[in-house]
């Protein structure tokens, strides 16, 4: 090889190494809005606005260019209390033509007690109220608890809808028994009946809306690429974990989990496995908080990130990009680590880029920009 074919060859080695080190530089985090109270979720408007949900129970709107538009009206009383309050809300698959949305939100019920309900809306051409608004779910049963709404709403491609139960806290033996509510993912039609194929459908005192069991406290869901639903759960102190929740398993809490109690006291009898019982597909100790999931499905971050899972850390205050391979996590890596701000929700927008919710008194809804 002469010398010029020599520097050539150098040339383009070293632009190659320029441009594998600006790929693998970490997104650009934007702030399309702040000034959001404790923000929960977030669903995309095909017009290009955003829609978002508030803690205390509001519902707003916000444009493209980070214009917060008045509360949405017509949202039925919400109890804010606690970890309760307007939580998750979902778009109808068929929302350009029905503009039919879901949302979950902590519900009242008497002597101080209150449980995680599920509604339906249709959401006015103008955007600035919920009409039809009709509760398609209460959980059962109604308790005295501030804490473990769950709250996650997952639309499977049949159009049936998943919603995720916490535990309630004081109510942790409840996620092994089939005659409640408390600790279980449900699964619903659009009209918030049972569906026949529901796996507990027809047995003697078991609630017909159960699709799995065993859980915590879950605030994290979403329907993989694979087309099951995937979620996570807050463990106690240590043992939050990831899992792929099949019909009619059980997900082993408060029997079995990687965690401890706050303190460190074992729970339970302090074991981790337990025959009829399912194993977490990956689980975090020390506990990281986890709230939100998303797949990443588009290749705007590159090849690399393509199929990567997104879960926000409440307790760290990072987006944890997480890689699965042949179903097992073989890395993780940690963004948005040096704000350290709580992330509530992560979502990938129709532009395929990943957006987020941080859980604050001034909360904002940041892009994550290539």
């Known amino acids: 090889m002469n010398l010029s074919a020599r520097l050539l060859a150098a040339a383009l080695a070293a632009l190659s190494a320029g441009a594998s080190s600006a790929q693998e530089l970490p997104p650009r985090p934007q702030t399309v809005v702040s000034g ?57 698959a068929g929302f350009a033509a029905n503009r039919t949305l879901y949302f979950c939100f902590a519900e009242s019920g008497p002597g101080g007690t209150n449980s995680t309900a599920l509604a339906r809306a249709v959401l006015s051409a103008d955007a600035g109220r919920l009409e039809q608004v009709r509760v398609l779910f209460s959980q059962r049963p109604k308790v005295a608890s501030r804490a473990h709404f769950g709250c996650r709403i997952a639309q499977a491609p ?16 409840d996620a092994q028994r089939l005659d409640n509510h408390l600790g279980k993912v449900i699964r619903v039609d659009a009209e918030g009946r049972a569906p026949a194929d529901n796996p507990f459908v ?14 915590r406290n879950m605030q994290g869901a979403t329907i993989g690429p694979d087309g099951r639903l995937w979620t996570h759960e807050h463990g106690a102190q240590g043992g939050d974990e990831i899992n792929i929740a099949q019909a009619g398993r059980n997900y082993g809490w408060p029997v079995i989990t990687h965690g ?20 977490p597909l990956h689980q975090w ?3 990281i908080a986890p709230s939100g999931m998303a797949f990443l499905t588009s290749d705007r971050y590159g090849p690399a ?3 990567s899972l997104l879960v926000g850390s409440l307790k ?55």
Do not use: C
């Open 36 to 92: 959001l109270e404790h923000p929960w979720a977030l669903a995309f408007l095909p017009d290009g606005r955003f829609l978002v949900t508030e803690r205390p129970g509001r519902l707003r709107v916000v444009g493209a260019d980070g214009h917060m538009a008045p509360s949405v009206e017509g949202l039925p009383p919400v109890a804010a209390e606690g970890q309760g309050g307007l939580l998750d809300v979902a778009l109808d």
């Open 158 to 173: 049949d159009g049936k809808l998943f919603l995720t139960m916490g535990d309630r806290f004081s109510r942790s033996a």
């Open 202 to 215: 027809g047995r003697p005192g078991a609630l017909p809306e159960i699709w799995s069991y065993g859980h």
């Open 260 to 279: 401890v109690n706050y303190g460190g006291a074992p729970i339970g009898e302090g074991i981790k496995a337990q025959e009829g019982m399912e194993q």
């Open 285 to 287: 100790t020390p506990s």
């Open 305 to 307: 990130w393509k199929g």
């Open 316 to 370: 760290f205050g990072y987006l944890d990009r997480i890689d699965i391979r042949d179903g097992r996590v073989v890395g993780e890596q940690k963004l948005l680590a040096s704000a350290r701000e709580r992330i509530r929700d992560v979502r990938q927008g129709p532009d395929g880029l990943i957006y987020v919710l941080t859980d604050e008194d001034d909360g904002k809804l940041i892009r994550l920009q290539p």
